[in-house]
């Protein structure tokens, strides 16, 4: 173990600091499988089940699979991406964040089961369509949530960061973020109305994501 692994014990009030490689570490880890994981519901027709039908009609009705599958790649890609951008304005986390950053990684984690959850009963002609986009919506609110939760934890304590954030800056950033939490909100009513377009309006907010909602944060360190 090196000495940059160590907690330092700040002299005020005797609080550990820990370095944010480990976090990091530990955390790609857990991306990569939960984003590998979601490949493994793409399943192949078995020559035996196609019943005269072709093989490029067989893939075909497996469009709600693909589709589930696009959109929770992207959606944990982003979280990924992002997550570095995070942690780059710290030089240091406290135990409080390595905590808040556990509750993002527990809702990372189980995507995959709400992907095939939804994948499954997508395009199902009765409730179960809306009960599985449900879940698969509120899954979405808890990862919102916890993005959010792990932002003020980072960035509460001046003494975590490679620079001081001015407050207009952070309430900017947790503007975007609240934006993005009531749209992810949104999307629990719009599963009851079409699982479809509740997945699709994912793939969208998970665009909107792709633009650094950090920057408002960030560039205070230039």
């Known amino acids: 173990m090196t000495s940059q692994d160590e907690p ?12 944010t490689s480990r976090l990091e570490a530990f955390s790609d880890g857990v991306f990569a499988i939960a984003i590998t994981l979601l490949v493994l519901d793409l399943k192949v027709p ?5 019943h005269d039908e072709s093989l490029a009609a067989a893939l075909a009705h ?7 599958y696009l959109v929770s790649f992207l959606v944990i ?7 570095h951008a995070m942690c780059a304005l710290a030089r240091r986390v406290d135990r409080r964040t390595l905590f808040a950053n556990l509750f993002l990684l527990l809702t990372v984690s189980v995507i995959p089961f709400p992907t095939r959850l939804l994948a499954t009963y997508l395009t199902a ?3 179960n369509a809306h009960t599985a986009a449900a879940v698969y919506a509120l899954t979405m609110v808890a990862m919102s949530i916890a ?5 003020l934890a ?19 950033a947790r503007r975007r973020f609240g934006i993005g939490g009531l749209c992810y909100l949104s999307t629990v009513g719009l599963a009851y109305l079409s699982p479809v377009a509740m997945l699709a309006t ?12 950090l920057a408002p944060a960030r560039a205070t360190r230039r």
């Open 202 to 213: 994912h793939a969208v907010l998970a665009v909107y994501y792709c633009f650094d909602q």
């Open 154 to 172: 980072f960035t509460r304590d001046a003494r975590l960061l490679n620079s001081p954030i001015p407050p207009q800056a952070r309430r900017t």
């Open 8 to 19: 330092a014990t700040a002299a005020a009030g005797r609080i550990a600091y820990f370095s």
């Open 77 to 83: 890609g982003i979280i990924w991406i992002n997550h």
């Open 46 to 50: 078995e020559p035996d089940a196609l």
């Open 125 to 127: 002609d009765n409730s």
């Open 62 to 68: 497996q469009w709600p699979s693909y589709f589930a």
């Open 147 to 151: 993005f959010s939760v792990l932002f």
